[in-house]
């Protein structure tokens, strides 16, 4: 069994602590276990905090990554937001001696030091490299043959394209192989690069956050989606949360249940929709539940 440091971050035990239960659950099924460490700290929060103190952000990040280094831990995130600061925490440091000391420097009083020698790794990684979509598809006990799932993987891990070195930032693919990989059909919308609009909504205009949200639905409605997949806990909440603000301010007149791949993953494996959390979500769609249930009979 492949072990990784545990790395959930703030935003998800707090807000959706049920996507932290799920994703325990499922990639206990995939034969990964998740270890938990205590001494984690907020990654730190990439946007606000990393633009305003870029060494602090980067010596809080390099702590957290040295903790894990100390068990002999490569860390698993299931959080954009924590894998973007994480990743180019590492990424940085590792190219620069001079920073890398300097950090270490700073940190010296915490008895903790950054080397650098282990992996940071997303949920997404963890699964094409560790398990493979070839066997992750021989785990499916009910292949999700007729839902048709549009597919958002959000900013975080996808760019900077020289760090992350992962997907298209042009034209995404990899979640949707990931969904195919369930035996779902893709939806292929116009705005599939459009961001959630998650941070605009907390440092931006929340009206403008709503409008690109409203877009984005609709754009997916229009491919006849029966639900959203994401990899990302703030795109979760918008699309969940703000999907249902928006839909208050523009009558939307339709209901897209978003899901947090792990869920996906956990009904493509024989969960139930109560035992992947679903009756915790502020959107939900009965022609959704209803299709799901009659395929898993």
Known sequence: ????????????????????????????????ELVKLDDFSCCPEPIGFGLNDKLTWLTLAARNIAIAEEKGLDILTICNGCYYTLKQTDSVLKG????????????????????????????????????????LGEKVKHPLKEIKVACHTG??????????????????VILERMVS????????????????????????????????????????????????????????YQFDTGQAVASRSYSLGFSLPVLFYPQLLGLALGYKLDEVFYERHRVKSSAFEAKLEEMLE
């Open 1 to 32: 069994m492949k072990k990784f440091a545990f790395f959930k971050g703030c935003f998800i035990p707090i807000r959706l602590p049920h996507l932290e239960r799920v994703s325990e659950m499922v990639f206990k099924d995939l034969d990964i």
């Open 96 to 135: 620069n001696k001079e920073l890398k000391d300097k950090v270490n420097d700073i940190m010296r009083d915490t008895g903790h030091r950054f080397e650098g020698a282990f992996e940071i790794k997303h949920f997404v990684h963890a699964i094409l490299e560790d398990i493979g979509l070839e066997k």
């Open 181 to 236: 990989a369930l035996g779902a059909s893709v939806s292929d919308y116009d705005l599939k690069t459009l961001c959630c609009g998650w941070t605009l909504s907390n440092y931006g205009s929340k009206a403008s956050a709503s409008n690109l949200i409203r877009d984005k639905l609709k754009s997916m409605k229009k491919t006849q989606a029966d639900c959203i997949t994401v990899t990302c806990p703030q795109c979760f």
């Open 155 to 172: 900013c975080h891990l996808i760019s900077p394209v020289e760090i992350f070195r992962f997907d298209d930032q042009y034209d995404p």
